[in-house]
């Protein structure tokens, strides 16, 4: 352990008032408990935490989540939090009993043993973490309090009567008291260094940096080196105010006063910021912003501590400004209201009030036209125009003059818009005041025409005039027209700039802008990616990147291919740094920008390079309301639909950031939306994920997904257990009423008929019986179908197949009432058998029916199921073995004397399936019964049916399937008259 010694140097310093940076006002009437904040602290998930009087506030860029006696906490007055590496907010009570906060839940001495300690310590000075993940608790009654990193146990030690601050120094507890710096080791205190040189001890700070430690008293503070070599401590700076915090800022230390805030660079010089507010801390979050607590205004956020805001406290005549233009960065001219004028040279600012008795309306400044490249401007403020010379600022020119526009054809030559016509001006900028002086000048006129801004394009020799109804074009003193310019017509024209010959820009006040770039037409507009279609003030800079400012925000367009028309838009808004949304003007020099609004002037530089976006993360917040740290990953159907929550914390795109969001298992697709907040459909049962991501509105960045999965515990009817119950019923309900109806018909042929009618009898009742013991084989080859499919767990597909079961099963029911059906209701059950079987074999199988539209399958008759064994026989023997593509056709042909039905398949042929069912005593039970009946239907009435079956084999007698031809004549009882 190396002693730590003191070196007294005095360091020189002084002080200045710097321009306060823009910031944006968090206080009780926007979120906060309280708008006296002792402490502010970014955590490691991006999260916004501050300790008031009044409680502690968790933000998030939306909301504010407020933790306080009410709901747990132990003392309502906070002054500092501290996040460990387990991500526990620890908060430094004024009541000294400890407590932190996990998960958005309070731990106590009420809810954990090891925090509960006695009423005397006092309050929590401060609050560390070493190592070993041990957390070291100094209190102001001098005692330090050390849990243990899985707060089992806890152990304390009397200290000094009173400890400020405690660090971490060569892996040791250091103390800092009124008597000195003392290292805790061994359970024993062992002085460092002493405060002989401090006079005020009364209220000590500290923090502790690379290049040191930092302590201030009441009103100076001191700085000591971690060097060994040093002999002291020395005197780093000193404020006229009481300091209540020590911290960083970009790399330069700063000090929390009670009036405002000071940062000291390197060399000694200081600058304060916020005069007359009291800064309690100082905290940097993801994105490069800035929060500042005050004891008396809540928190300052800072966008960007590089964007400066002029208004009237820095020496602007009005906050409102209407137009804004320049030469440079050093030579600024801005229009009010009211007839007032601004003008800033090197940053000072100076006031013209151009005023009279008549000001004629709101005194609305109209525009501020500069004099070709000159340090001239002319400025219209309705009835009024000043001529101003940077270079000779003392001698400027107003005249009375209802002028709102001027545009410069050459230095001899300009137009004139007053309020209610366009005059050309042969003597250009000089002859301006014959307007007023001379009204009945013989100039060139063009009533009716009142122009908000006027350009002149010299290649084209074109005039262009932006109304409030449209664009106006002249043409060599006339009227003309342009369909490449139909987009502005009517519409209410606000600004327009052109740079060179080959880019003109147009902004309107309602429906975006419009860009001509060599010859090619662009119509910008929110659609299209601009942050509002209200657009004001344009500017075009020497990279020819367009500015407009709109109601809602900054944009910045940069072409990539002009041909192709390809450009991005950047957008920047209030959260960024900007005065406010509400935008009027644009003035940009190299890559300083000037933005006017309504709450004054804001300007910022955009980075040379290109920085790196901070990694934005995104996290899910709530299921069903619950934090999703203890949501479950298991739901009922019934608790549908599931209300996720989520948030991506971002504070200088608030209002502008966007969401997407998916469920894998049902669409690849991503749902967009700006809400927090989504709530489900329905989802099928089984294993799901959602996943989520949030990004910018304009496409800077995105976050990585954020992944929840859960599970949907189905109801009994969507079990498997249900569903094969389901199959097992229809099965057995079907196999009864089948039973019954075969003896039933046995039985109905008991007695017999007459002798002449008996042989006849016996024949019909055989085909009746042969039929019925046919179909529960057909039955039982189905539901190996459907029950192939639920194994496979294709669920949805064994649902439809049941549903297809069904209504064969009713078809079967319905046919075999009948000794006949029409070859159409034949048609319709082989169809349904098919589409059964076609599942079974996933998408090799290919099927097809084709019927002779000469045909009248509704008239023509044959037995039920006379087809569908051949066809079973053909996907259960030729196709089942077969690899790869499966065929099955069937074919009815009308032919003068019969109907002939084809059933060709490529299968492997009848040779090959009865090698593999050698040794297998079942057979096709089915086939045999079909052609018996055909035999026994031939063997009393004339030639009804004829049966054939052909092995199809190529030149090297390889089987290629197997056709089965079967004819009907008409000319038999079961001929149709329409046949």
């Not at 502690?56 to 590496?85: A, I, Q, W, Y």
């Not at 401007?377 to 005249?399: A, D």
């Not at 109905?748 to 046919?774: C, D, N, P, V, W």
């Amino acid at each position: 352990m190396h002693k730590i010694s003191i070196l007294l140097i005095i360091i020189s310093f002084y002080t200045v008032k710097a321009q306060d940076p823009t910031y944006l006002n968090y206080n009780s009437t926007n979120g906060l408990s309280s708008n006296r904040v002792f402490h502010t602290l970014k955590d490691r998930e991006g999260f916004m935490w501050f300790a008031t009087d009044a409680g502690v506030c968790k933000f998030d860029g939306v909301n504010f989540t407020k933790f306080n006696s009410g709901n747990g906490l132990p003392d309502n007055v906070v002054h500092r939090l501290f996040e460990d590496s387990y991500g526990r907010i620890w908060l430094e009570n004024s009541n000294g009993k400890p407590a932190f906060i996990l998960n958005d839940s309070i731990y106590s001495g009420q809810t954990l043993s090891v925090l509960r300690v006695n009423d005397n310590l006092q309050q929590i000075s401060s609050i560390v973490e070493d190592e070993k993940q041990n957390i070291w608790l100094s209190f102001l009654s001098g005692y330090v309090l050390k849990l243990d990193r899985q707060l089992n146990s806890f152990s304390d030690f009397k200290a000094e009567p009173r400890v400020h601050y405690s660090f971490i120094y060569e892996k040791e507890i250091h103390l800092i008291t009124e008597y000195g710096i003392f290292c805790l080791k061994d359970k024993k205190l062992n002085l460092e260094s002493e405060f002989n040189r401090i006079e005020d001890k009364s209220t000590v700070r500290a923090y502790r940096n690379k290049t040191g430690m930092f302590i201030s008293t009441a009103k100076e503070l001191y700085r000591f080196s971690i060097n060994p070599s040093d002999s002291g401590f020395s005197v780093y700076a000193a404020t006229s105010s009481r300091i209540n915090f020590i911290g960083e800022i970009k790399g330069q230390v700063c000090t929390g006063n009670q009036d405002g805030l000071t940062i000291i660079n390197n060399k000694g010089k200081t600058e304060t910021y916020f005069k007359g507010k009291a800064v309690s801390s100082v905290c940097e979050d993801n994105e490069g912003g800035f929060w500042i607590s005050t004891l008396d205004n809540g928190v300052l956020f800072i966008p960007d501590f590089n964007i400066r805001h002029y208004n009237v406290a820095s020496g602007l005549i009005s906050e409102n400004v209407t137009r804004i233009n320049g030469i440079d960065n050093n030579h600024i001219i801005a229009g009010h209201k009211k007839s007032k004028i601004t003008i800033m040279t090197d940053h000072k600012f100076e006031t013209l009030d151009l005023y009279t008795e008549n000001p004629g309306g709101e005194g609305l400044n109209y525009g501020i036209k500069r004099y070709f490249n000159s340090d001239t401007f002319l400025v219209f403020v309705e009835s009024k125009y000043l001529k101003f010379s940077f270079s000779n600022p003392s001698k400027f020119k107003t005249e009375q003059g209802l002028i709102n526009s001027v545009e410069f054809i050459n230095r001899n030559k300009a137009v004139v818009s007053t309020s209610n016509k366009l005059i050309y001006l042969n003597e250009g900028l000089s002859q301006i005041n014959d307007i007023v002086a001379y009204p009945k000048l013989d100039l060139a006129v063009f009533a009716n025409v009142k122009a908000n801004d006027l350009i002149y394009l010299p290649a084209d020799s074109l005039l262009l005039a932006g109304t409030n109804s449209g664009l106006v074009m002249f043409k060599n003193n006339k009227y003309y027209s342009d369909p490449a310019f139909n987009f502005l017509s009517k519409k209410d024209i606000y600004s327009m700039k052109s740079a060179g010959n080959n880019m003109l820009v147009i902004s309107t006040y309602g429906h975006g802008i419009f860009v001509k770039i060599n010859n090619k037409n662009f119509e910008i507009n929110k659609s299209s990616g601009l942050s509002d279609d209200l657009c004001k003030g344009i500017y075009i800079d020497s990279k020819k990147n367009i500015w407009v400012t709109t109601r809602n925000g900054l944009n910045k367009i940069s072409f990539s291919d002009t041909l192709l028309g390809i450009f991005s838009i950047k957008k920047y808004y209030s959260n960024q740094g900007l005065a406010c949304n509400d935008l009027n003007d644009v003035f940009v020099f190299k890559d300083t920008v000037w933005v006017a609004s309504s709450l004054g002037i804001t300007m910022f530089t955009e980075p040379q390079t290109i920085t790196p976006l901070p990694e934005h993360k995104i996290f899910i917040t709530h299921i069903n309301d619950k934090p999703y740290s203890i949501a479950g990953s298991k739901y009922s159907s019934s608790e549908f639909p599931l209300k996720i929550s989520f948030l991506c914390p971002s504070y200088k795109f608030i209002g502008n950031l966007l969401y997407k969001y998916r469920f894998p298992s049902i669409s690849e697709i991503w749902n967009v939306t700006s809400a927090t907040t989504i709530e489900t459909g329905s989802i099928p049962p089984g294993n799901q994920s959602f996943e989520v991501m949030a990004f910018s509105s304009d496409g800077s960045w995105e976050t990585k997904p954020e992944v929840f999965t859960f599970s949907i515990v189905p109801q009994f009817w969507q079990t498997l257990w249900f569903s094969v119950l389901v199959v097992f019923i229809i099965a057995s309900t079907v196999s009864i009423i089948i039973f019954r109806r075969v003896r039933n018909l046995t039985t109905s042929f008991a007695t017999r008929e007459k002798i002449l009618h008996y042989e006849r009898g016996m024949l019909e009742l055989e085909q009746q019986a042969l039929r019925l013991q046919m179909n529960p084989h057909f039955i039982f080859n189905a539901m190996n179908s459907i029950q192939f499919l639920i194994i496979k767990k294709r669920s949805d597909e064994a649902y439809t197949a049941l549903e297809k079961f069904s209504s064969l099963i009713r078809k079967i029911m319905e046919n075999s009432k009948h000794k006949l059906i029409s070859l159409e209701e034949e048609i319709e059950a082989l169809q349904l058998y098919l589409e059964i079987e076609a599942r079974r074999f996933s998408d090799s199988f290919i099927y097809k029916v084709e019927v002779d539209e000469t045909i009248i399958t509704e008239s023509v008759m044959l037995p039920p199921m006379i087809l569908q064994p051949y066809v079973e026989n053909a996907l259960w023997h030729g196709l089942m073995a077969k690899d790869g593509e499966k065929r099955l056709n069937i074919k009815f042909t009308n032919h003068t004397d019969k109907i002939e039905c084809v059933i060709e398949d490529n299968g492997i042929g009848r040779i090959e399936s009865k090698k593999l069912n050698i040794g297998k005593t079942k057979s096709s039970l089915s086939m045999k019964l079909t052609a018996d009946r055909i035999m026994n239907m031939n063997t009393h009435n004339e030639k009804i049916y004829e049966l054939k079956i052909e092995d199809l084999n190529n030149d090297k007698n390889e089987s290629l399937g197997t056709k089965i031809i079967l004819c009907l004549y008409k000319n038999n009882e079961y001929e149709n008259n329409n046949c």
